[in-house]
């Protein structure tokens, strides 16, 4: 069955660095544009970055030049680094799988918790 499975979250210092992971299962990867999308408490869930299955990539505001989104197709990966971290990027953070043509095929993992305080 579909299965993404992501680790690497934790509590870091503003500043600090984490990368995260989302090993995925299940599905035919390449095909997949793959995301990362955070939720913080009393906040909707947001786009954080986005890689295509052409490695194209696309970032929030919020994160430019601080996050970088890549993927192991061979792996079945794809990664997210976090350097600079600020507090107000805590949230839980959630990886995405979608069809790069059949949107319907959208999958979630359960989550990875992200907290940045001193």
């Excluded at 870091?12 to 995925?24: D, E, F, I, W």
């Excluded at 999308?37 to 947001?46: I, K, L, N, V």
């Excluded at 107000?88 to 918790?113: K, M, P, S, V």
Aim: hydrophobic share 35%; aromatic share 12%.
């Amino acid at each position: 069955q579909v299965q993404l499975v992501e680790s690497g979250g934790g509590l870091v210092q503003p500043g600090g660095s984490l990368r995260l992971s989302c090993a995925a299962s299940g599905f035919t990867f390449s095909r997949f544009a793959m995301s990362w999308y955070r939720q913080a408490p009393g906040r909707e869930r947001e786009l954080v970055a986005r890689i295509s299955s052409d490695d194209s990539t696309n970032y929030a505001d919020s994160v430019k030049g601080r996050f970088t989104i890549s993927r192991d197709n061979a792996k079945n990966t794809v990664y997210l680094q976090m350097t600079s971290l600020k507090p107000e990027d805590t949230a839980l953070y959630y990886c995405n799988a979608r069809h790069i043509y059949f949107i319907n095929l959208d999958y979630w993992g359960q989550g990875t918790q992200v907290t940045v305080s001193s």
